[in-house]
């Protein structure tokens, strides 16, 4: 074979080679509709997001959305429990076909996965005790704030607050909220309905909002490239707002509706 004829064969085996990962790809929702399963990446310690009832059983808003979906593609659901660190890299290593986790769009993330038009609210905010004087990331300069790893907060903290604030990582939400209830940290960064939820288990140190870092929203997560399974969960999301649907399920968790401009708001 010679050197023009190799070349030809490379190119031909690489172009055979893009074909078929992006084929791969596109099949996710086929794979899903032939297994009659969609395997969905959901929070378990993230009240009223997702959480463990008495019973053993997940509950919560993502999960009520998560079998909505499920329900209106025509397949059963299989929930997967995710932590915040860990919920990208289980749809990278495909442990989990769609992520309904509390997951915020942002432009880093934008370069890994894909995501849905929202589904929810979420604001991040800086939460703490009365008697720390915070009114915005200034004045984080020389405290300590407690995050969630890997949450949106941990990542606009970093970006944000004074080099010498000190911005402390916990695995999970239960680990951070352990740290504020027996005083480890007196300032958190989290969702405002975490901390409402917090104020619960410290009602001698009830967390006070110090300021809002940024509204934002929440999205289901599914890897790139992934334009029919995109395309269907946009499809069933945009039906469930006009139907009220969704909006009943963060009606019901949230105990606010749908914001007008997310309910009227489609991909």
């Not at 009114?135 to 944000?160: C, E, H």
């Not at 599914?222 to 469930?240: D, I, S």
Request: net charge positive.
């Amino acid at each position: 074979m010679t050197s023009k004829h190799r070349l030809l064969a490379l190119s031909i085996a690489l172009g055979l080679g893009v074909l078929a990962n992006a084929q791969a790809q596109a099949d996710a929702l086929a794979d899903i509709q032939k297994a009659g399963v969609v395997r969905i990446g959901v929070p378990q310690d993230f009240a009223p997001f997702g959480s463990v009832n008495t019973d053993l059983q997940l509950q919560g808003l993502d999960i009520d959305v998560a079998k909505l979906i499920a329900q209106k593609m025509g397949v059963k659901v299989q929930l997967v429990p995710v932590a915040s660190a860990n919920r990208i890299a289980y749809l990278q290593t495909h442990k989990a076909d769609l992520v309904i986790s509390t997951l915020g769009k942002n432009a880093e993330r934008e370069k890994v996965i894909d995501f849905s038009q929202p589904y929810a609210p979420y604001n991040n905010s800086v939460f703490g005790v009365a008697s720390v004087a915070v009114s915005g990331p200034a004045d984080l300069a020389g405290k300590t704030v407690g995050v969630a790893r890997g949450t949106f907060q941990d990542l606009q903290l970093t970006d944000t607050a004074p080099k010498s604030a000190t911005i402390k990582r916990y695995e999970d939400n239960n680990a951070m909220i352990s740290a504020y209830v027996s005083g480890q940290v007196q300032l958190v960064g989290t969702g405002d309905f975490v901390a409402y939820a917090l104020a619960e288990k410290a009602p001698n140190n009830k967390p006070v909002l110090k300021y809002i870092i940024q509204e934002s929203a929440c999205n289901v997560g599914l890897n790139k490239g992934e334009t029919a399974l995109l395309g269907k969960v946009n499809e069933v999301l945009t039906a469930t707002k006009k139907s009220g649907e969704l909006n009943a399920i963060v009606q019901k968790w949230l105990n606010v509706p749908l914001p007008a401009k997310m309910a009227s708001t489609f991909q």
